[in-house]
């Protein structure tokens, strides 16, 4: 997919394709080093595991962002299932935009063609989480018509939570 009025091409990784493994890993790194990513380099394990991992996980699949041969942005997506819907969905995982790129319609160019590859798969929503002060990336997803889940206003909003193993 091209985006003329940003000069963006968006497409889904192949994982099997050097350019988009490189620019996968490039990307992961410099969202790991970012304070909302942690603020640490991509680990070792991580660099030489992650794209051959993503290639085996049922479901995983990447959006990539370039605009010409510079890679700009990254979206990791999973199926995942809404038990209320009874219909497959898609997790997006991570959201990275280059910081050289941001402000520049690469994120909704990456979560439209999400979008449209979840609609091909005959999913019923995408969902994510957004931590609580990464307000531009807040901005940049209610752009795209993401909004906080509820289920009922009167429950209040769901909050993401994780327990390691």
Same mark, same amino acid.
């Given at each position: 997919?091209?985006?003329?009025?940003?000069?963006?091409?968006?497409?889904?990784?192949?994982?099997?394709?050097?350019?988009?493994?490189?620019?996968?890993?490039?990307?992961?790194? #410099?969202? @790991? &080093?970012?304070?909302?990513?942690g603020g640490e380099p +991509?680990?070792?394990?991580?660099? !030489?595991?992650?794209?051959?991992?993503?290639?085996?996980?049922?479901?995983?699949?990447?959006?990539?962002?370039?605009?010409?041969?510079?890679?700009?942005?990254?979206?990791?997506?999973?199926?995942?299932?809404?038990?209320?819907?009874?219909?497959?969905?898609?997790?997006?995982?991570?959201?990275?935009?280059? #910081?050289? @790129? &941001?402000?520049?319609?690469?994120?909704?160019?990456? +979560?439209?063609?999400?979008?449209? !590859?979840?609609?091909?798969?005959?999913?019923?929503?995408?969902?994510?989480?957004?931590?609580?002060?990464?307000?531009?990336?807040?901005?940049?997803?209610?752009?795209?018509?993401?909004?906080?889940?509820?289920?009922d206003e009167e429950m209040?909003?769901?909050?993401?939570?994780?327990?390691?193993?």
């Amino acid at each position: 997919m091209f985006d003329a009025a940003t000069q963006v091409s968006t497409l889904i990784a192949d994982y099997r394709n050097e350019k988009h493994a490189q620019d996968i890993l490039e990307l992961m790194d #410099e969202y @790991a &080093r970012d304070p909302f990513g942690g603020g640490e380099p +991509l680990s070792a394990y991580c660099r !030489e595991q992650l794209v051959g991992k993503l290639a085996e996980f049922p479901g995983a699949f990447s959006v990539l962002a370039y605009r010409g041969d510079q890679a700009l942005g990254l979206v990791n997506c999973f199926m995942g299932f809404s038990t209320f819907v009874c219909a497959p969905l898609v997790n997006i995982h991570d959201v990275i935009v280059s #910081e050289n @790129a &941001r402000g520049g319609g690469v994120c909704g160019a990456m +979560l439209d063609l999400v979008a449209d !590859e979840a609609r091909s798969r005959g999913c019923c929503k995408l969902t994510m989480e957004v931590l609580e002060k990464n307000l531009p990336a807040q901005i940049a997803y209610r752009r795209a018509g993401f909004k906080p889940y509820t289920l009922d206003e009167e429950m209040g909003q769901a909050h993401f939570w994780q327990r390691y193993l």
